[in-house]
């Protein structure tokens, strides 16, 4: 794998794993699907998402070569990029009027 495949295959696989807290209805364990996932219960699954992508990042990076050493700076940038791209998830659950 290229590094440069390797590299959209995380980001879109980030976009995905932001966004599915707030699309869907079921737990990320595939729980039972509760009658309403409320807001907190949708922010904990977005950061174990976050991890879990870091996860499969450092495995590519491994893979690839060296770890690069990364400060707390690298992790809040990282993090809030991570949150950025939940917001249309958020925007589609919360914000938009929904027909039921």
Known sequence: MTPQLSTYGVIALALLAANAPFISQRLAVLGPRP?????????????????????????LENNLGQIAPQGWEFYAVTGTMFITLAFPGFVYRYLLKHRD
């Not at 009658?35 to 495995?59: D, H, Q």
């Open 35 to 59: 009658e309403r996932k409320s807001l907190g219960l949708r922010l904990i699954e977005l950061i174990v998402a976050y991890f879990l992508v870091g996860a499969v990042a450092l495995a």
